[in-house]
């Protein structure tokens, strides 16, 4: 049997989960072509494989798949897997969704049988099959353009955010990877030219104590090697302890998922923090010596025209212009099918029907004035690609001062700092910039 596996876009990373589907069925009856086209766009003739694996991630790389695949001539059987697998599914019945590639759903789709020694947790991806990884996200500050790996600690997540995908696929639940799979992916990888390695897990403390043995185990190994993790507010506070440790281990940035000030639709998102809560997980961050990327989702149906203004109010009062990213303050709630949100009594009576081109339920503003200020934002952030970050944010922030009639930057000089970030600056539950910016001018909302 001769399949094809194809990723579209994964956060400028090495879509891994291509290569443990392609380990699981590593056999002399299977053959595997793989194929990236978020970095090579080949001629292929599809019907010439017997099988088509789609990776649907995140909606934009659900968006591509779709528009890859119209008005090809496919092979008898096609499958998605991913957080947004059942998106794709809704969209063209004949695509099988595979929820979970650890059981024998897939085994029974293809009718080929497993390689009996492989095990998710304990697999050490053949990453050889993608591209050289020089061809995905660096960490750049200004001076350094340095390549960049990614690895994940576990599968799945423990908790239940409204707005995020991936409870709607694990329910909660979530899996550790074995310590030694880890080491050894990041060996690779480093092999391979990585200087800095970026933990994809959806919170690096869903366990803390196995994070920091893997991060120990890292830098006793990789002493040189510098990392970046994604923690929710909550667990910076709950797990201080922990997160205290991470600077000497080499963690050298946290991106974490603030959201909005506003309180009411924090609760909406069940994102179990409060306002009050990011000037905490900032000031922990800056006692750690670890920089904090906050990322936004400032526009949702209960949104209120002063939610940008303090989202503001908070980035200057902490320094924080340099780890914004300035699409950040465009950020639309997207609500896609199967969606916990959607059960939310608090937003029902603004959320619209559902709309299969855009794979996502249209909504509307309680405060329509907030939409207005999305716009000009967007638009502003659109008009002007080739200004730096830091003119960015300003022109922005300007944007609001006048929308809002609310005075937010001082007349003090503002001392801008390179800091490290990825070259890569969509984070889930976000925006893209370069792919929304080059490709995507809808201004829709994307995850």
Known sequence: MKILLTSFYDLGKQPKIIAEIADKYSTSHVEFDCIDFSVDNPDLSLDEYDALGIYAPMHT???LSIEYLRNKKLPDKVFTFGLYGSVLEDFNSSIKHINNIEDGELDTFLGIN????????????NRSIFPDISNYAHLVD????LIAGSVETTYGCKHSCTHCPIPITFNGSFKTFSIEKIVNDVSNQVDSGAQHISFNDPDFLNGPVHALKVLEALNSKFPSITYDATIKVEHIIKYQKYFMQLSSLNMIFVISAFETTNDEVLTLLDKKHTNEDLSMAIELSQKANIDIRPTWMPFSPLAKLQDLPNIIKLIESYKLRETVDPIQLTIKLLVPKHSLILDKTAVKKYIGEYDKNSLSYKWAYKHKEVEKLQQLLFESLSNNPDLDDHHQYLDMVNIIEEFSD?????TS???????PKLSETWFCCSEPSKIQLDRIKSNTALI
């Open 61 to 63: 790389a659900t968006v």
């Open 114 to 125: 497993k390689n009996l020694e492989f095990s998710l947790k304990n697999n050490i991806p």
């Open 142 to 145: 200004g001076r350094n353009n």
């Open 406 to 410: 609310t005075k937010l930057l001082s």
């Open 413 to 419: 000089e503002y001392n801008f700092k390179n800091v």
